[in-house]
């Protein structure tokens, strides 16, 4: 039996996903989240096979979750299961340890061999993923200069940044002072040669750091 954390923060997505998995006899769902957080904290104590990953989401981003439930629970595979197919948001997951990719528009086609082949320990990309990937690959496109750059941490308070907190806000998020969400704020700003938020918001966007459009 597989067993399988959702996370989505859309309430009605995690629901077709689980009507789609209830079909399966060898699938079963262990336990769901609507943010990154959550999704760590369920596969830290529930020690599930898969956790099926939204890219974009506030709090935690998927990027940044996948890379920690990889890192922490090494025997967990991760899924993402995205609205986007942009080789940047794909070629991070991947970075960050995902086992696939599959499109939400055809969850019910591709999802299903997306769990078999991670099952098996192998890798799943649907046709339009590995089309975009394939073509971002011809052009050049995908910085990796923000993983290169920056330390998880700092990528997490970009995120937060982008989506309009304030320093004390992400301090409270994130349980540290607010002195040291600054000096993270000095210090990406410094790495990335931005000032001010205006510029850290679009540079989150252009690298798919945060669900903001």
């Known amino acids: 039996m597989l067993r399988v954390v959702l996370v989505d923060d859309h309430e009605l997505m995690r629901q077709g996903l689980r009507s789609i998995l209830e079909r399966e006899e060898e699938v079963e769902v262990v336990g769901e989240a609507a943010s990154g957080v959550s999704a760590l904290e369920l596969a830290r ?67 299903r061999r ?35 750059m920056l330390s998880g941490r700092e990528r997490e308070v970009l995120q937060l940044l982008a989506e309009g907190l304030s320093s004390p806000q992400i301090s409270q998020r994130l349980y540290v002072a607010t002195s040291t969400i600054e000096t993270h704020r000095r210090n990406i700003a410094r790495k990335l040669g931005l000032h001010g938020v205006a510029d850290l918001t679009k540079y989150a966007i252009r690298e798919g750091l945060t669900s903001l459009e």
Do not use: F, W
């Open 45 to 111: 104590t529930l020690a599930p096979d898969v956790v099926i990953m939204d890219v974009a989401m506030q709090d935690l981003n998927g990027i940044e979750a996948t890379r920690r439930i990889r890192a922490e629970c090494p025997r967990v595979k991760v899924l993402a299961l995205s609205s986007h197919s942009d080789a940047r948001y794909v070629t991070a997951m991947l970075d960050a340890g995902a086992s696939g990719y599959v499109l939400k528009a055809n969850a019910y086609d591709d999802l």
């Open 114 to 148: 997306a769990l078999n082949a991670a099952s098996r320990g192998r890798s799943y990309l649907c046709a339009d993923v590995t089309e975009a990937v394939v073509g971002s690959a011809r052009h050049g496109a995908g910085s990796t200069r923000t993983r290169a």
